[in-house]
């Protein structure tokens, strides 16, 4: 019955981003805040580390998804033991998007007014202090909308995994909407997906206005 | 006589406070040590163009519980200099001493224990915008480690001493200026620093909050037995709650002294030109008049009289007036009292007098510090 497998397309969505952005989240975090504090003038400074992490995230993000999936299907296997299916996708999916996150969680980091890092030194707090009692609080409703971009675009991703084998909504889009001409497989899966997308974007802006005390 | 005349008008009456006028008091003698020293200090910055000097040849002391007052123009260095007494800027050359112990070699864990025994406030506030105003005055108590109790108790202690009871709950973004400074001001003192540093602190709010700012700030100075360093652009500010007040100039000391000296008898052409608003000038029309010489018969000859503070009291008119002889006008003028000190400027016209220009001014120079005579109207 294809609205089984229709199902099963959308657990399978599920669980590829939902696994590889919690790793992109608890990756990404650490990554953009040694981006900022690493830089010239930061808290943290290394322009050595700054330059070398700089050039890494560079590097995997200006890959294209497709060309990045294939070229770490060595390294996937080595990790998971399969090239194939749900958790082959993770690999790639959380390698493009952690850099992705952090670097749109760094801007909001860098846009967190060098007055208040100021007035908390003057205060008496330890580097550490600043990042988890200014930096992130204060950069938190620009880390959830960037989070929120990351996730949108993860769905994206996942659609292009899918079609080269590892299940979810691409999956079923490509192989019964496509090569089998069933249009209605293959609009059922858009308005999937354009609802998962607007719930996403919803949810992600809500909490960020909710946040947002400025 | 009223009581409060008596008072402003006896010579001891006239100072409030003797050991803020320069002399360092008898009864306290540990006042005698400078809270914060400078000694030789230098910055400077490395521009596009090389090396650019912020600061050189910095010398001073400022004395624990005094209000000092730090002023200049923007780019003066004023910010570099107060930012050296809790090291949020690193001297290039020089020593910063608090409380005679030099910070100059200070690591990371004895900076952190300095900066809590010293407050400090900003122009913009600060304020952490994703913490109420309860968390941004508990900020530097929980970052230090301090139990949650005694958290509570000092937080709304100084919530209380700075007006702000009842908005505990509310975000900075929900505050007005003078709200945010006071949240500043309550976090600067929840360690309770012996030192406070207001960086500007005044110079975003209008004058009415500007005010009440520093109202308050006098009145921590005065209750907490604080030091207090403040930097402003504004001599207004430095004449309403400032001992003493230096003159920065291109990172250099021009002028050094009790306010009402520096006010009343400013040195530097800096510190005159800082003065120039607050100051009463001929009014133009007067001015546009104003001949070098007497054209005719009964012109009047107009004298500018400067009270500088140095005798303590208010000019007295009449014994004035009389000296003078003849018609005396008023065209502009006004007095203050700065620090017990009456201060000021009066432009006089005086016509049908039998007395002449030089002998005006010697007359005059009786009864004002400073006399001379600026022309003739007809």
Known sequence: MWLDRLWQGVIDTFLMVGVSSLIALILGIPLAVILVTSGKGGIFEAPNVNRVLGAFVNIFRSVPFLILMVALIPFTRLIVGTTYGVWAAVVPLTIASTPFFARIAEVSLREVDHGLIEAAQAMGCRRWHIVWHVLLPEALPGIVGGFTITLVTMINSSAMAGAIGAGGLGDIAYRYGYQRFDTQVMLTVIVLLVILVAVIQLGGDRLALRLNKR | ?378
């Open chain 2, 1 to 378: 006589m009223s009581a409060t005349a008596q008072r402003l008008l006896s010579p001891h009456g006239a100072i409030a406070h003797p050991e803020r006028l320069g002399q360092p008091s008898e009864l306290h003698p540990e006042k005698q040590h400078a809270h914060v020293r400078f000694i030789d200090l230098g910055k400077t910055y490395e521009g596009q163009q090389g090396l650019v000097p912020a600061l050189q040849g910095i010398n001073l002391d400022i004395r624990r519980g005094e209000v000092f007052g730090i002023i200049g123009r923007s780019g003066a260095g004023k910010s570099s200099l107060i930012r050296t007494i809790n090291r949020l800027e690193k001297p290039s050359s020089g020593r910063v001493l608090i409380d005679q112990v030099d910070i100059g070699a200070f690591n990371e864990d004895t900076l952190v224990d300095l900066r809590r025994r010293i407050g400090m406030i900003f122009q913009h506030f600060n304020l952490m915008s994703a913490k109420t105003v309860w968390q941004n005055v508990e900020l530097p108590l929980k970052v230090a480690g301090v139990p949650k109790d005694q958290r509570q108790r000092k937080v709304a202690e100084l919530l209380e001493l700075v007006g702000l009871q009842g908005k505990h709950k509310a975000y900075p973004a929900q505050l007005s200026g003078g709200q945010k400074q006071r949240v500043g001001i309550a976090r600067a003192l929840v360690h309770d620093p012996a030192i406070l540093l207001c960086d500007e602190a005044t110079s975003a709010l209008d004058p009415e909050t500007t005010q009440s700012i520093l109202g308050l700030l006098r009145e921590i100075n005065q209750r907490l037995g604080l030091t207090i360093v403040l930097i402003t652009h504004e001599m207004a500010v430095i004449r309403e709650i400032c001992d003493r007040v230096v003159v920065l100039e291109k990172g250099e000391v021009v002028e050094q002294g009790p306010v009402w000296q520096v006010f009343g008898n400013p040195q530097h052409a800096v510190s005159r030109t800082l003065l120039a608003p607050l100051q009463h000038a001929l009014p133009e029309d007067v001015q546009a008049r104003l001949q070098p010489h007497p054209s005719a018969d009964h012109a009047s000859v107009v004298l500018d009289l400067q009270f500088t503070g140095s005798n303590g009291t208010e000019p007295d008119l009449s014994a004035l007036f009389n000296a003078l002889g003849g018609r005396v006008s008023l065209l502009h003028g006004g007095v203050e009292r700065i620090q017990g000190r009456a201060l000021g400027h009066l432009l006089l016209a005086v016509s049908h007098s039998p007395l002449s220009a030089n002998e005006l001014i010697s007359r005059a120079r009786q009864y004002a510090q400073q006399a001379e005579v600026l022309g003739y109207v007809a």
